[in-house]
């Protein structure tokens, strides 16, 4: 099983997302061995691969709220055959979509020029940086996902079951309480 | 004078007893059938507006919270057809709020939510609106945050039928209906609410919450987060 022309190729990414949902996914422990046997990894932030290539399964944490979320995400979809969205932020722009309501400016203000103990108290302007978006939109709104997985975070055992029932042919289901939105 | 539960209605294939004046919810709650619903409170004069409950009686569909029970209907409620359709509607009561589960205190006790989980909801499926909604704090012991509202009106009811205050009414219509508080300045502060108000406890989202209680009870030791609403719901209706 460990030829890797027979392994199935995994990418995953997190947008605008904290990590939450990729410590999660470590926190299927050691089970990660078993699952090295049938996956390998291609762009993840645990390879550091910074362009994903042709995968079977990319997993998507967090919603899009800048324009280089889009370009990985397209990179993601059109590279993927599967494309899951793995958390609350992926699946409905979660926390970062708090500041849908609030003018982006103001939010900029407060962060950068008004928040206390900060040097120069200027909003960053450099060209390398994204173009942030007015909103933060979940990934759906963006390209085609094949599954949503929710959660802040899912837990370790719902990402086993849902990669497990992926791997296996099935189509994932999660018992009662592996499915929640917090 | 007569057998008293001698009338009967069938919901899916199975017969359910009722008596003159109830409901096909109430005969149903009453029997151990759960229906799906989110505006209706058995505490409370049935309003018919969230449509979850909606079932088919005869060939139509019907909310089952405002049909009276009749002698020999045929009611389907448990089917793909209906629970697809509930499903989609409680799509688009997340999608038109701003339901933030990993932000709000209510989670895991939220109705709202445990009937998302109850049909499966694996995403909200629709484009978000992320309406401008207000917040509303001016009250000592209540929080009233208008982007979880759902408008069921459980708290008009409560507050209008129960407490005698008429503190909630909604405002508006269709998408730009809006909760609104009875107070000259529209702040909850200045109304006479008292957190003991039947009002003030039966919200079934985050959107009226006592202030200073948000995680006494940790999120995984709440309500729904082991229970489905169904179990919860019909457990309650015997006690």
């Known amino acids: ?33 078993g699952l090295l046997e049938l996956i ?15 995968c079977d399964v990319g997993i998507v944490e967090g919603g899009v709220c800048n324009a ?27 926390i970062p979509a708090m500041r ?39 990934i759906n709104e963006v390209v085609k996902v094949d599954y949503f997985l ?9 990402i086993w079951r849902f990669l497990t029932d992926l791997l296996n042919g099935r189509e994932p289901k999660l018992d009662y309480e592996m499915l929640h939105y917090d | 004078m007569g057998a008293p539960m001698s009338k009967t209605i069938t919901i899916d294939g199975k017969s359910i007893p ?18 799906p619903h989110l505006c209706h409170n058995p505490e409370f004069k049935p309003h018919g507006s969230c449509k979850l409950c909606t079932v088919k009686v005869n060939g139509r569909n019907v909310a089952s919270c405002t049909m009276p029970a009749v002698e020999g209907q045929q009611v389907l409620s448990d089917t793909l057809e209906l629970n697809d359709e509930r499903l989609s509607l409680t799509q688009m009561l997340f999608v038109e709020g701003n339901h933030i589960c990993p932000s709000c205190e209510k989670s895991g006790n939220c109705q709202l939510q445990a009937v998302a989980y109850y049909l499966g909801m694996m995403s909200p499926h629709y484009n978000h609106f992320y309406p401008q909604r207000e917040v509303d704090a001016s009250h000592p012991d209540m929080l009233l945050d208008r982007n979880r509202c759902i408008y069921c009106e459980l708290c008009v009811r409560a507050s209008r039928d129960v407490d005698g205050k008429s503190v909630f009414g909604l405002s508006g219509r269709g998408i730009g209906s809006t909760l609104v508080v009875n107070s000259t300045s529209g702040l909850l502060g200045d109304t006479n609410l008292a957190a003991t108000d039947k009002a003030a406890q039966v919200c079934p989202t985050g959107a009226l919450l006592k202030k ?23 457990g309650e209706e015997h006690e």
């Open chain 1, 100 to 138: 849908n309501n609030i003018d982006l400016w103001d939010c900029f203000q407060e962060v950068y020029q008004y928040e206390g103990g900060l040097e120069g108290h200027q909003v960053p302007n450099d060209p390398e940086l994204p173009l942030p978006f007015d909103k933060v939109h979940p």
């Open chain 1, 40 to 54: 390998e990894f291609d762009r993840t932030p645990l390879t550091d691969i910074k362009h994903c290539g042709p």
């Open chain 2, 212 to 234: 200073r209680q948000g995680f006494t009870v940790p999120i995984g030791q709440r309500i729904f987060d082991h229970r489905t609403i169904k179990d919860v719901q019909l």
């Open chain 1, 150 to 158: 929710p959660g802040c975070p899912p837990s370790g055992d719902a």
């Open chain 1, 1 to 33: 099983m460990s030829d890797p022309k027979l392994k199935v190729r995994v990418a995953t990414c997190s947008l605008a997302g904290c990590f939450g949902c990729h410590m999660s996914f470590l926190d299927i422990d050691e089970r990660l061995l």
């Open chain 1, 68 to 94: 280089e979320n889009v370009h990985v995400l397209k990179e993601f979809r059109k590279n993927c055959k599967v494309l899951v969205a793995i958390g609350a932020c992926a699946i409905t722009g979660g």
């Open chain 2, 18 to 35: 009722f008596k003159d004046g109830q409901t096909i919810m109430d005969a149903a709650m009453a029997a151990d059938v759960y229906i």
